[in-house]
């Protein structure tokens, strides 16, 4: 997660000019043993890119990571903000919850903080009137979308980063600051990855593990949530987040009967992933209403296809 230090950096170069270290330095504040560690990180994130100037002095400059594309965009529509002020580790992590109106005690709980804590990352943005209150939640006002988008990308890229260290063809397919879901491209990323305990091997190649087996194509997708169960609710939702078909469909119905996953359970998992509406339609015909309405979001089984299913995969 970017620090102050981190983004003070960012906030100095992200016109595309070139400085020094020492330059840098001066206009910070920071020493500069913790600006070299800070440009070092930058660099490594591809955040940064340098180059030699006259007597071989080490020039920076920003790269057109999203991450950087993202706070350029925060500078330019709200420039008027001294961001390095405002914007914390806790901050920005908080931030990627307000893109709807939630209470602090549902972003404490996803993100297992006090409601204290929600608080007193809120406090920077409270102060300046950046919040839109409705009744006892918070919800960033319209005119800071941009924010959003940076604490989204910055959210993004730690989970990114994170993965690649160990698989690097591994593509964030979704993530909240503490948990993500992620394919790779090759087996030996997947070696690694199984071979890791913070990651768990999830969607349709985890439904062996409840006794259903199935073809899969390509490698299996990963889970990171290191301090969490992994529920069949989770492996239900991250089915469908990765192939939302038809085929994947019908066997997350399977997983669903043959487990017996109580709906409002599942309901509850899937608004984290936008497919409350989905899921609800998926238990319709699990309650025997095959004559579903057309304009569904997702494409669901006959009566005969569901039930010759079952008989395949021996799910009464």
Wanted: aromatic share 8%.
């Amino acid at each position: 997660m970017l620090t102050k230090a981190s983004l003070a950096l960012l906030d100095a170069l992200s016109a595309g000019r070139e400085a020094t270290p020492d330059e840098l330095a001066t206009e910070t504040e920071y020493s500069q043993d913790h600006i070299y560690d800070i440009l070092d990180e930058l660099l490594e994130d591809g955040l940064l890119t340098e180059a030699r100037g006259s007597k071989n002095r080490r020039l920076v400059r920003v790269t057109d990571h999203p991450v950087v594309e993202a706070y350029r965009d925060l500078r330019s529509k709200l420039g008027h903000v001294d961001w390095t002020e405002i914007l914390s580790p806790a901050t920005l992590r908080v931030c990627w919850y307000l893109d709807e109106p939630r209470r602090a005690t549902e972003i404490a709980d996803r993100l297992d903080i006090t409601r204290q804590g929600v608080h007193n990352a809120l406090s920077p943005l409270k102060h300046r009137a950046m919040l839109s209150p409705s009744g006892p939640e918070y919800a960033l006002t319209d005119d800071l979308s941009p924010l959003l988008r940076f604490a989204q990308e910055v959210v993004t890229h730690d989970h990114r980063s994170r993965a690649r260290e160990l698989a690097p063809s591994a593509t964030v397919e979704w993530c909240d600051p503490k948990r993500a879901l992620v394919r790779v491209q090759t087996s030996e990323d997947t070696t690694a990855l199984e071979s890791a305990a913070e990651w768990r091997v999830t969607g349709l190649a985890r439904f062996q593990e409840y006794g259903l087996q199935f073809f899969l194509a390509g490698e299996p997708a990963f889970w990171y949530a290191p301090d969490e169960v992994l529920t069949p609710s989770e492996v239900v939702c991250h089915t469908l987040v990765l192939d939302s078909g038809s085929r994947r469909v019908s066997y997350s119905m399977l997983l669903i009967e043959k487990l017996d996953i109580d709906q409002e359970t599942l309901i509850e998992t899937a608004t984290w992933y936008d497919l409350e509406t989905a899921v609800a339609a998926m238990y319709r015909p699990l309650h025997g209403e095959f004559e579903v309405a057309e304009d569904l979001p997702i494409f669901l089984p006959s009566e005969s296809e569901f039930i010759a299913l079952k008989e395949q995969y021996g799910v009464s």
